[in-house]
């Protein structure tokens, strides 16, 4: 039993899929305070069609300070760590999901740190996968996490404020 993390900054859902068949049991944990984003694929409509009941989106796991910054504070921690240790008791493997790529800029770390000291699973980061077809998961896991080799990444707060912003704020400038 183990506890994955995925970014999908930059991704096509379409990269997952594969991850979630060959992590069997497993269900991908959506995270993020608010399911929806323009990058196609990632919002929960679309989700739910794609992994059905392997999908749950936990607004609980939202942090509530994406937006604004400042430290990680869950929208309701007691209660989505509670259905996360009673997933994984179930024989389930969680799947964090949240749109930041580099697990070390997003709240999904901090939640999976607390449920390994829950459980005493180990969590394990989903790699970048590369461009070519994608490989079987253990060959995956063996990648290294190299964000700046792979040009941008999709932070919480730049994906947030552009959200937020007008249509017209949002016209790229003429030159």
Not at 101 to 126: F, M, N, Q, S, Y
Request: with cysteine.
């Amino acid at each position: 039993m183990n506890i994955f993390t995925f970014g999908y900054g930059g991704r096509a859902s379409w990269e997952l899929t594969p991850l979630v068949f060959e992590l069997r049991p497993c269900c991908v944990i959506d995270v993020r305070l608010r399911p929806w984003t323009k990058q196609p694929g990632w919002s929960l409509p679309e989700l739910k069609a794609q992994f059905a009941g392997e999908y749950h989106w936990c607004r609980s796991l939202g942090n509530v300070n994406f937006v604004r910054g400042g430290p990680v504070k869950l929208f309701d921690e007691r209660k989505g760590m509670k259905k996360l240790v009673e997933l994984m008791r179930s024989g389930v493997s969680p799947i964090l999901l949240c749109a930041e790529r580099d697990p070390t800029g997003c709240h999904r770390i901090a939640i999976a740190e607390k449920l390994a000291k829950l459980t005493g699973a180990p969590v394990i980061h989903l790699p970048l996968l590369t461009d070519s077809p994608v490989k079987r998961v253990d060959e995956q896991l063996a990648l290294t996490l190299d964000t700046q080799s792979h040009g941008h990444t999709s932070g919480h707060i730049s994906a947030a404020t552009d959200a937020n912003k007008s249509k017209r704020t949002q016209r790229s400038k003429r030159k």
